[in-house]
T-cell receptor, first 112, second 111 residues
Framework: KQEVTQIPAALSVPEGENLVLNCSFT??????LQWFRQDPGKGLTSLLL?????REQTSGRLNASLDKSSGRSTLYIAASQPGDSATYLC???????????FGKGMKLTVNP | KAGVTQTPRYLIKTRGQQVTLSCSPI?????VSWYQQTPGQGLQFLFE???????NKGNFPGRFSGRQFSNSRSEMNVSTLELGDSALYLC??????????FGPGTRLLVL
């Protein structure tokens, strides 16, 4: 059974810091991995999708990497801003199903 | 391009009642999935539909059911509501085994 872990559960940093968010999964047979952002009481916003054959994806200040063999993904946020404050979730999809298995998320607070 | 829409956004029901939630996917997306989000359990998969067929189902009791229509719109139904069904219900659509886009969710409160 696939399990996804995100540690730590919360992080508070001053504005301007470069951040690394970690995600680990137990079964390396994944189809893809997706990072999401969730603002309080809202739905999920897709940030980056990494296919199993890819090593990384970039969008603006965000960069996500994937190491399937070790069961890890990292989301890098450059030059953090207060507007980056949200809960970040990673989720993996395995073959044969659109089912996403989510981590519990990491609540990020960026202080001005 | 319009995003995923869900209606209603908020619902208050009492125990024993039933509820129907609706999801309209992004135009052209034929795959729709449903998730339940609670503070204790996080995001849990309910079911997924593709071209009106349920492809996969999560580990929820039979009180939770769903369907998909020919225009890809989907509904989920919860019968005999329990207090523990209070949650944010999220719907996602995709082009089929690709990036999933989520709607704003329906917040259900069971009293």
């Amino acid at each position: 059974k696939q399990e996804v872990t995100q540690i730590p559960a919360a992080l508070s940093v001053p504005e301007g810091e470069n951040l690394v968010l970690n995600c680990s999964f137990t079964d390396s047979a994944i189809y893809n991995l997706q990072w999401f952002r969730q603002d309080p009481g809202k739905g999920l916003t897709s940030l980056l999708l990494i296919q199993s054959s890819q090593r990384e994806q970039t969008s603006g200040r965000l960069n996500a990497s994937l190491d399937k063999s070790s069961g890890r993904s990292t989301l890098y946020i450059a030059a953090s801003q207060p507007g980056d404050s949200a809960t970040y979730l990673c989720a993996v999809m395995q073959g044969g199903s659109e089912k996403l298995v989510f981590g519990k998320g990491m609540k990020l607070t960026v202080n001005p | 391009k319009a995003g995923v829409t869900q209606t209603p956004r908020y619902l208050i029901k009492t125990r024993g009642q039933q509820v129907t939630l609706s999801c309209s996917p992004i135009s052209g997306h034929r795959s729709v999935s449903w998730y339940q989000q609670t503070p204790g359990q996080g995001l849990q998969f309910l079911f997924e539909y593709f071209s009106e067929t349920q492809r996969n189902k999560g580990n929820f009791p039979g009180r939770f059911s769903g369907r998909q229509f020919s225009n890809s719109r989907s509904e989920m139904n919860v019968s005999t509501l329990e207090l523990g069904d209070s949650a944010l219900y999220l719907c996602a659509s995709s082009l089929n085994y690709y990036e999933q886009y989520f709607g704003p969710g329906t917040r259900l409160l069971v009293l």
